[in-house]
């Protein structure tokens, strides 16, 4: 639990080396393995709940990260995580119990299944789902690095965000229009034509005497 206390957002690394990153679509949850500016970023707020020591980690968008009852797959254990709004009476589904192991922490939500980070093939690579780990194979799967988010580093990140919003609204937006009349003429006219006889004049009349007025 120390771990959290430390610092008010985290970063979530997994087994696999990748991020635990909120989408942009600001409903889903997946795994990165670039940290990529807030996405990756968890605001950590601490709860008290009958003396345990539980969390709730609010993405970006200003939902929580939450174990729902929905299956990943149908027919497989594991469940979906994603963000949702803060839901009175239902709050307990924001909720992760942290549990240290060594230097990285484990999460287990209201259904007591832990937080796994899951490889593979599609569509299990990159995925997040609440589940237990089923074998040896697989304990580590629900092991999670915490790492400190600076002050900082969250305005470098900030400004990194706001900065690639900018330049992918103003230069790649489908919707913007040419910069002049000029260059829409430039796209949609042909090349002129050249006309080839007075060409034929000017380099016939640098190499004869003979006068431009006969091929008029």
């Known amino acids: ?53 539980k969390v709730r980690l609010r993405s970006y968008h200003g939902r929580y990260l939450t174990a729902t009852e929905a299956p990943f797959l149908f027919g497989m254990t594991g469940k979906k995580v994603l963000q949702r709004e803060f839901e009175p009476g239902a709050d ?21 299944k832990f937080l796994r980070a899951n490889g593979g093939t599609p ?4 995925s997040v789902t609440v589940d237990e780990p089923h074998s040896s194979a697989t304990k580590d799967w629900v092991l999670w690095d915490v790492e400190t988010v600076e002050a900082v580093e969250e305005l470098v990140d900030d400004l990194c965000d706001s900065t690639v919003s900018s330049i992918a609204s103003d230069d790649f937006s489908v919707d913007s229009e040419p910069a002049s009349p000029m260059s829409v003429f430039a796209l949609k006219s042909p090349p002129a034509r050249r006309n080839s006889n007075l060409m034929l004049q000017v380099r016939f009349s640098r190499s004869s005497t003979l006068p431009l007025a006969i091929f008029a």
């Not at 970063?11 to 889903?28: C, E, F, I, N, P």
Request: proline share 3%.
């Open 1 to 53: 639990m120390e771990l959290f206390t430390k610092t008010n957002v985290v970063r979530l690394r997994s087994h696999l080396d990748k991020y635990l990153v909120a989408d942009a679509d600001g409903s889903q949850v997946r795994q990165s393995r670039k940290a990529p500016g807030r996405g990756a970023r968890w605001t950590v707020e601490e709860i008290t709940d009958g003396g345990s020591k």
């Open 92 to 112: 307990f589904k924001h909720d992760w119990e942290v549990t240290r192991d060594g230097f990285q922490v484990k999460l287990m939500c209201w259904s007591g």
């Open 123 to 126: 569509p299990w690579r990159s």
